[in-house]
């Protein structure tokens, strides 16, 4: 079993703040699967985005790399909406998420080598932060900017020390194995260690993926399990715990947050927190801090009631004498379900945390 299944399974046991509804799991299976039916969503959907490479090969592959070595908090307060972090490229304006896909864009098209690791190995400060730069001087600058340049020479030099330079000789090593994959950006690449210690019943370790299995899955679904992106263990994957799926989650009903949780969260999304301990340590800020307990219980039955969801979707499908679904294809279409009627479920908060690791 995937460790970081094991380790929601696990999370889920020992929650106090995060529940799962299992009682909706099968309304919201059947308006999840209604929903990808309509748009016959499949791995097609990932190349038809205008920002993502629309050919297969090692550059797709390292530009891959790169995305999500950086794909990492995009979030803005609502009381900051309008100063939100924008670039804008090709005459279009792109924020969260894609504002990073438009800079490395904007980047390539200027001739900066974004891609290259012998060149972001030894980037500067000035260059990276030229490369991120926002629409207009008043709009908010991209977070983390110091954490961005230090994660980019670092994948670089290791890149360059022990995979001849390229990406793409580290994806070749997985011998078309996503757990493989994911073991070896966990092990070589420090930011991709996406993991935290815990107190259940003793100190635990529990993992959580999110970086490393999303980068697999972007290679599944550029080369559509093919060629350098075929892995014949995909299904293994998780969905990627971020802080936008459960927004969506909460919104079908299978996901529920204690009172004290949500009550937190909505002030901290709004920015207008009492000046009252909400959660048993200073959070005035509205940011958890990388590993608090909230952030954990958030992250660990989002990871398990996705999984849930698939059984029962893959059920449904199977009835029909379909093909089965699995997480990577279903953490896609909730995250872009999420995108798209973000005005729906503007009134559930997301929780905010300020981590590299999503």
């Known amino acids: 079993m995937n460790p970081v299944l094991q380790s929601a399974i696990l999370i889920n046991k020992n929650s106090k703040n995060v529940s799962i509804n299992n009682e909706k799991i099968h309304s919201a299976a059947l308006k999840v699967l209604d929903g990808i039916n309509s748009t016959e969503y499949s791995t097609n959907a990932w190349k038809q985005h ?43 304006s792109y924020t969260g998420y894609w504002s990073l896909c438009a800079s490395i864009n904007r980047a390539l098209d200027e001739g ?25 001087s008043n709009q908010e600058q991209i977070k983390m900017l110091d954490e961005r340049l230090e994660i980019l020479n670092e994948a670089g030099k290791v890149l360059v020390d022990k995979f001849e330079g390229r990406f793409v000789n580290c994806l070749k090593q997985a011998n078309n ?19 935290q210690v815990v107190q259940f019943d003793g100190l635990q370790t529990v993992k959580f993926n999110k970086r490393a299995q999303i980068l697999v899955a972007d290679i599944w679904a550029c080369f559509e399990n093919e060629g350098l992106g075929k892995f014949t263990d995909i299904d293994s ?22 009172e004290q949780l949500y009550n937190f969260l909505l002030a901290s999304n709004s920015c207008s927190l009492p000046k009252n301990d909400l959660a048993g340590k200073d959070l005035n800020s509205g940011v958890l801090p990388s590993g608090h307990i909230y952030e954990i219980e958030i992250r660990g039955n989002s990871i398990l009631v996705v999984e849930l969801l698939r059984q029962e979707i893959n059920k449904l499908l199977q009835q029909n004498g379909k093909p089965g679904i699995n997480s990577v294809l279903l953490d896609f279409y909730l995250w872009d379900y999420a995108k798209k009627y973000s005005e729906l479920m503007d009134h559930i908060p997301i929780h905010l945390v300020k981590s590299v690791y999503y």
């Open 112 to 136: 900066i080598p974004i891609t290259d690791p012998s060149y972001y190995s030894k980037i500067s400060r000035n260059e990276l932060e030229y490369i991120f730069r926002s629409s207009s």
């Open 237 to 258: 994957l998780t969905m990627f715990a971020d802080y936008r799926v459960p927004q969506v989650l909460l919104y079908l009903g299978i996901l529920e947050y204690s």
């Open 177 to 195: 194995s996503s757990l493989k994959l994911v073991d070896l950006l966990t092990t070589n690449f420090p930011s991709f260690d996406d993991k």
């Open 50 to 92: 205008e920002l993502n490479p629309n050919v297969a090969n090692e550059e797709a592959v390292e530009w891959i790399f790169v995305i999500d070595l950086l794909n990492f908090c995009f979030w803005t307060t609502k009381d900051k909406k309008s100063r939100e972090y924008s670039v804008s490229y090709n005459g279009k």
